[in-house]
Nanobody
Framework: QVQLVESGGGLVQAGDSLRLSCVAS????????LGWFRQPPGKEREFVAA????????YNADSVKGRFTISRDNAKRTVYLQMNALGPEDTAVYYC???????????????????WGQGTQVTVSS
């Protein structure tokens, strides 16, 4: 069992930056594939970014390329999402998720992930 707890959300202005953190419990953190998703108000949940267990492969949604960076610190059991140049379109509840290292599902497929955090709200004002 893995428990994920996000933090770092808040209310910011357009152009600002935020760094989200997600701390995981469990002794097998280093074997998990980790991702960030978000759900804008009134919309479906969408993929943001994902990182392989050893950080060799990183995946980003087109909408955040060049602005958001996912990283992980296995020693701290933490995955981060550095968000720069935020805009109102980035307003959403952000969730971190963990799944098996290997899967037939794509990194942007929510069904690839077995464990989810409770989410943290990010609101960007214009």
């Amino acid at each position: 069992q893995v428990q994920l707890v996000e933090s770092g959300g808040g209310l910011v202005q357009a152009g600002d930056s935020l760094r989200l953190s997600c701390v995981a419990s469990g002794r097998t953190f280093t074997t998990y594939f980790l991702g960030w998703f978000r759900q804008p108000p009134g919309k479906e949940r969408e993929f943001v970014a994902a990182v392989q267990a050893d950080s060799t492969n990183i995946y980003n949604a087109d909408s955040v390329k060049g602005r958001f960076t996912i990283s992980r610190d296995n020693a701290k059991r933490t995955v981060y999402l550095q968000m720069n140049a935020l805009g109102p379109e980035d307003t959403a509840v952000y969730y971190c998720a963990a799944g098996p290292m290997f899967s037939n599902r794509r990194p942007d497929d929510a069904d690839r992930y077995n464990y989810w955090g409770q989410g943290t709200q990010v609101t960007v004002s214009s």
